[in-house]
């Protein structure tokens, strides 16, 4: 079956700007997160759904930061006034919701802020 | 909180060599899962092998095995017989066993080259 997909795959914006980086899970999956990796660093956590709603959302750094899960499935993760330290790799994951459940990742949105 | 620490950012290895990658974590949890991630330069990031806590056993995936020492908190990751394939970012992650689902907290990673 598909894996994780997610869109673009590169976004380039200028500071100040409204940006949004979309991720569609494994079918079935209920359970989804957001990581943010800088360059020559680990992923960090972002935010975690279980189904529609944010079961932790810890790792928003700040109120600019916000994702949403409608449906359960696609999600989206919406940043306002983009500021040059946003730039990284935004990775989504997707899992059963099992305790110790392997977590799939998708290719990554890389987010330029110029 | 919990961290997890990877002390070596770059590692090489020769071709059917056998390498070992460190890494320690800290927590006051007694349960939780331990893994390696592996990321080549397409950003994907794959999981590589899984150990719970509770399990005394080391757990083995083909070439990769790894040393878990849960009273050090180590857990280190052994991959023999080293292939071209195997060059990438491997990543240790921690993840608490409470809830369901439930974040994974990364090292920053350790570069492994293999040389033909």
């Known amino acids: 079956g598909a894996g994780v997909s997610q869109t673009p795959s590169n976004k380039v914006t200028e500071k100040g700007k409204y940006v949004e980086l979309r991720c569609d899970p494994i079918?079935?999956?209920?359970?989804l997160y957001w990581y943010r990796q800088s360059l020559g660093q680990g992923p960090e956590f972002l935010i975690y759904f279980q189904g529609t709603g944010a079961a932790d959302d810890s790792g928003l750094p700040n109120d600019r930061f916000f994702a949403v899960r409608p449906e359960g499935s696609v999600s989206t993760l919406k940043i306002q006034r983009t500021e040059r330290g946003d730039s990284a790799v935004y990775l989504c994951a997707s899992s059963s919701g099992l305790a110790g459940d392997e977590q799939y990742f998708g290719p990554g949105t890389r987010l330029t802020v110029t | 909180a919990q961290t997890v620490t990877q002390s070596q950012p770059e590692m090489s290895v020769q071709e059917a060599e056998t390498v070992t990658l460190s890494c320690t974590y800290d927590t006051s949890e007694s349960d939780y899962y331990l893994f390696w991630y592996k990321q080549p330069p397409s950003r994907q990031m794959i999981l590589v092998i899984r150990q719970e806590a509770y399990k005394q056993q080391n757990a083995t995936e083909n070439r990769f095995s790894v040393n878990f020492q849960k009273a050090a908190k180590s857990f280190s990751l052994k991959i023999s017989d080293s292939q071209l394939g195997d060059a990438a970012m491997y990543f240790c992650a921690y993840r608490s066993a409470g809830a369901r689902g439930g974040k994974l907290i990364f090292g920053q990673g350790t570069e492994l080259s293999v040389k033909p």
């Open positions: 079918s079935g999956h209920t359970a």
